[in-house]
């Protein structure tokens, strides 16, 4: 779930912000920010910087084991659900049902890939809004679990 987070950050621009103040030195990783000027942090860029991450756009669900990194907004190289104040209130209720949602659907049914699909030529590009949503919608098709069958 954490992987799938990393690799297609849900919000890749998170809520913006409005800087309170002015800063009064180009303190600021180099810049100065007047005040009420409205920050957006790039959480996507994030994501698959180098000096973060290794092999940042390879979807590897083995990244997290033994990994301190967290989603609840102190790992700055991962943020899916925001920092500080105004962090997700979501939060936990998002985990449960990413994890009840997609092990439901793993345990009712079996899957298929619908016609002229295959794991090679899967286009997993993300489309950008204010949300992201795949590029191009995938084709599948569930069939219920044969283990779910009365015998
Ligand atoms: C995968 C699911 C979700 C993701 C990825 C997500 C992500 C986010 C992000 C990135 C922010 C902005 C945080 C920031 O700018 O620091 C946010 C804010 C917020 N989220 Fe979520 N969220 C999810 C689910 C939910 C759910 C289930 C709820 C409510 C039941 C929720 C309620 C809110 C609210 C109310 C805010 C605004 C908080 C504020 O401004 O004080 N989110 N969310």
Not at 33 to 40: A, G, H, L, R, S
Not at 43 to 65: G, Q
């Amino acid at each position: 779930m954490k992987e799938t987070l990393r690799l297609h950050h849900p919000i890749p621009l998170l809520l913006p912000r409005n800087a309170m103040q002015e800063t009064n030195y180009i303190g600021y990783i180099g810049y100065m920010i007047p005040k009420e000027t409205q920050v957006f942090m790039n959480a996507w860029a994030i994501r698959r910087d180098l000096e973060c991450w290794e092999d940042p756009m390879y979807f590897k669900l083995e990244r997290f084991l033994g990994s301190n990194i967290e989603i609840k907004g102190q790992s700055f190289e991962f943020i899916p659900f925001g920092s500080g104040r105004r962090i997700c209130v979501g939060i936990s209720l998002a985990e449960r049902v990413l994890h009840l949602g997609v092990t439901s659907l793993l345990h009712y049914f079996d899957w298929k890939l619908g016609k002229d699909v295959t794991p090679e030529s899967m286009d997993m590009n993300d489309k950008m809004g204010i949300t992201i949503r795949k590029l191009v919608p995938l084709k599948v098709i569930p069939n219920k679990s044969v283990m779910l069958e009365p015998s």
